[in-house]
């Protein structure tokens, strides 16, 4: 189990590379995160609770994945409702054992779990 997690600067979806920054007011349409697969940038907000960073960290690369590997022509919605639903139930299994950080941030949290 890992002592500490960090948000990593950038990740590999297929081919392209997707940096992970924490940016101001990325929350003023009420998410604490947002995926730009034009720009292929992950934000998260400053201000996301460092217990609520490990799902939204999670909710965004999975639309990234989704994106990347060819499920863009599906409706938003549908999108928005795999994803908020699978995030939400991977995040508390894989920190049910331990692969997950229960705590995230810009600067190293412990993993709890
Ligand atoms: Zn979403």
């Known amino acids: 189990m890992r002592e500490s997690w960090v948000v990593p ?3 590999k979806v297929g081919p392209l590379r997707y940096t992970i920054s924490f940016a101001p007011d990325v929350g003023h349409r009420g998410a604490w995160g947002e995926c730009n697969s034009g720009l292929r940038t992950i934000e998260l907000d400053t201000s996301i609770p460092p217990q609520q960073a490990p799902v939204t960290l999670l909710h965004e690369l999975m ?3 989704w ?3 060819g499920r863009h022509d599906d409706t938003p919605e549908l ?3 795999v994803v908020g639903d699978l995030a939400m139930g991977l995040t508390q299994v894989l920190q049910d054992i331990g692969w997950w950080p229960m705590e995230l941030g810009e600067e190293p949290h412990g993993n709890t779990a």
């Open 9 to 11: 600067p950038a990740v």
């Open 63 to 65: 639309h990234a994945v």
């Open 67 to 69: 994106q990347v590997y």
């Open 79 to 81: 999108e928005e409702r």
